[in-house]
């Protein structure tokens, strides 16, 4: 572990030695969800993600222009973020005004956290969280941390990289992330030897998949439209094709992918290429390197 990622698991009042950086990371962005954001949104992100994952009751609608702004942003972004419209994006900025951006970060935060929640009767332990006693460093604030997350899922080695550009990139496919669709990882392309079976996956094409490949895209589906729909038999197909380090990673990658939703919440997510794809690849950091030659991207990422 690198002194940096070591001083990211000592951030919080609390040392956490066993803990990987991306579970102490991801601990930390819902320490500063529940530090930093307003009390009312929070609940009231919780209480309609709930709903809407069918892991609580039905909510009442708000009374309010800034909670109804808000309570159909949260209902868009929970149930399909790719037919987010201006309208909804241009109402929910009007009404939070500056608070706006930290407010659909901490949607993201928490949407995925209950997903989680949602998913860990069927895989367990290596489902990330729940966390206690991990707490962020004062002037730590949320988009900072989030990144922080992304570093560290980026560095987990134990998924090979043509499950993790499948695993991306049906989740890019699901929230209809233009940059997300518009890259392409040069190990995975390597590892391959075709690009065919990606660009399928982008397209959500039919494609020829090894029985490990299928049920990964499959709970990546599950994951990101209605947790609660994993199944007993698709939980042991993977445990069955991935091992417990595996899914760890695997569930992380999911996570990390997903906060294309954010991008795609507010209207960031324009590709870089007007046409044709991106390469990409991490760098030791787990920070991204693309360009549309692959070998500037190798160049820059192969020591």
Not at 81 to 106: I, K, P
Not at 173 to 198: M, N, T, W, Y
Not at 236 to 244: G, I
Not at 270 to 299: K, N, P, Q, W
Request: include cysteine.
């Amino acid at each position: 572990m690198t002194s940096t990622r070591l001083a990211r698991v000592l951030t919080g009042s609390v040392v956490h030695m066993s803990m990987h950086p991306a579970d102490h990371d991801l601990a930390v962005m819902e320490a500063i969800v529940a530090r930093d954001i307003d009390p009312v949104l929070v609940s009231l992100i919780r209480e309609r993600v709930a709903a809407l994952l069918m892991l609580g009751p039905s909510v009442a609608e708000p009374t309010d222009a800034r909670g109804r702004a808000a309570a159909t942003f949260i209902d868009q972004f929970v149930i399909d973020v790719s037919a987010m419209t201006d309208a909804q994006r241009g109402a929910m900025f009007e009404q939070l005004g500056d608070n706006a951006l930290s407010f659909v970060q901490a949607l993201y935060v928490i949407d995925f956290e209950l997903r989680r929640n949602a998913i860990r009767e069927h895989l367990g332990a290596v489902v990330p969280g729940p966390f206690e006693g991990v707490l962020a460093s004062p002037d730590m604030q949320l988009w900072p941390a989030i990144e922080n997350y992304l570093r560290s899922v980026a560095c987990m080695r134990h998924l090979d990289p043509v499950t993790a550009e499948l695993v991306r990139l049906r989740g890019a496919a699901a929230h209809q992330c233009r940059i997300c669709k518009s890259r392409l990882s040069v190990q995975a392309v390597e590892a391959l030897g075709s690009e065919e079976p990606f660009a399928a996956v982008v397209a959500s094409r039919p494609t020829e998949l090894s029985d490990r490949h299928a049920v990964a895209l499959r709970f990546v589906d599950v994951m990101v439209t209605q947790p609660t729909d994993l199944d007993e038999a698709t939980a042991e197909q993977l445990r069955t094709h991935f091992s417990a380090a595996e899914l760890h990673e695997l569930i992380h990658d999911v996570v990390r992918n997903s906060t294309n939703k954010f991008a795609v919440a507010v209207g960031g997510d324009e590709a870089v290429v007007s046409e044709g794809i991106e390469y990409y690849d991490l760098d030791a950091t787990g920070d991204v390197i693309a360009d549309v030659d692959a070998d500037v991207v190798r160049a820059a990422t192969r020591v």
